[in-house]
Antibody
Framework: EVQMVESGGSLVQPGGSLRLSCAASGFTFSNFVMSWVRQAPGKGLEWVSA????????YYADSVEGRFSISRDNSKNTLYLLMNSLRAEDTAVYFC????????????WGQGTLVTVSS | QSALTQPASVSGSPGQSITISCTGTSSDVGSYNLVSWYQQYPGKAPELVIY???KRPSGVSNRFSGSKSGNTASLTISGLQAEDEADYYCCSYAGTSTFSYVFGTGTEVTVL
């Protein structure tokens, strides 16, 4: 069974940093591109970032470009998101997701971890 | 990348059918058969109900169906039930120039 479990969410002050983790199981992690998606309280879903299966290529939404850094450790089946210069508008539940732009490959999501940016 | 456009709310009586539209552009919905739909209850993670435009994951009721015409995708829920009351989001791959995904604005479904 495909599973992804996020961790690392917490309360952080504006301007601070935080690293999220996503432990994956039930599939060959190193074969798949992986993404982070977030949802601010009472708002819709927003794709944040993605990383290629090898980790060589990374992609970011304009809203986080230059502040967030995605990475992965295929030996540990783990995805990371390092968030710097955090702002109040980064407050959201962050989901780890296996979103693959290919047919016959359904998406899978974790349950999310809450990040609150507040003083 | 602008969000895909969905109606803010749709309602129907039990047993009726409703359709939620998801309008994008030729750079996302119109270019790929990779639209997915998610059902989300308050405080819960989104759950996949449709992927690849019209495929249902195992365990999802056949009352859910998806389609696409041009730049607009649609989710139809037939035989509406009380348990269908939730928020629904569409999502499309939008990677014409670089890897990215775009989500819809979300639709609140109310069962009258």
């Amino acid at each position: 069974e495909v599973q992804m479990v996020e961790s690392g969410g917490s309360l952080v002050q504006p301007g601070g940093s935080l690293r999220l983790s996503c432990a994956a199981s039930g599939f060959t992690f190193s074969n798949f591109v992986m993404s982070w998606v977030r949802q601010a309280p009472g708002k819709g879903l927003e794709w944040v970032s993605a990383i290629s299966s090898s980790g060589n290529s990374t992609y970011y939404a304009d809203s986080v470009e230059g502040r967030f850094s995605i990475s992965r450790d295929n030996s540990k089946n783990t995805l990371y998101l390092l968030m710097n210069s955090l702002r109040a508008e980064d407050t959201a539940v962050y989901f780890c997701a296996r979103l693959v732009p290919a047919a016959h490959t359904p998406p899978y999501w974790g349950q999310g971890t809450l990040v609150t940016v507040s003083s | 990348q602008s969000a895909l456009t969905q109606p803010a709310s749709v309602s129907g009586s039990p047993g009726q059918s409703i359709t939620i539209s998801c309008t994008g552009t030729s750079s996302d919905v119109g270019s790929y058969n990779l639209v997915s739909w998610y059902q989300q209850y308050p405080g819960k993670a989104p759950e996949l109900v449709i992927y690849d435009g019209s495929k249902r994951p195992s365990g999802v009721s056949n009352r859910f169906s998806g389609s696409k015409s041009g730049n607009t995708a649609s989710l139809t829920i037939s035989g509406l039930q009380a348990e269908d009351e939730a928020d629904y989001y569409c999502c499309s791959y939008a990677g014409t120039s670089t890897f990215s995904y775009v989500f819809g604005t979300g639709t609140e479904v109310t069962v009258l």
